[in-house]
C-alpha cells in the first residue's frame, strides 16, 4: 500500500500546475507516510 502511495505521489508531482500548491496539499503525505512506517508494529 506504501509503494501505491508514493508512486501516486510521483505521478501527481508530474508537471504540477503549481508545485507550491501541490507541494503544500501534499506535505501531510510526505510527514504521515514515515510516521504510519515507523509505528506500524505498536499500533496494527
Known amino acids: 500500500m506504501a509503494a501505491l502511495v508514493v508512486v501516486g505521489m510521483a505521478v501527481s508531482a508530474w508537471h504540477p500546475h503549481d508545485r507550491t500548491t501541490w507541494f503544500l496539499e501534499t506535505v501531510w503525505v ?14 496494527p
Not at 510526505?30 to 499500533?43: D, E, K, Q, S, Y
Open 30 to 43: 510526505f510527514v504521515g507516510l514515515p510516521a504510519i512506517v515507523l509505528t506500524w508494529r505498536r499500533f
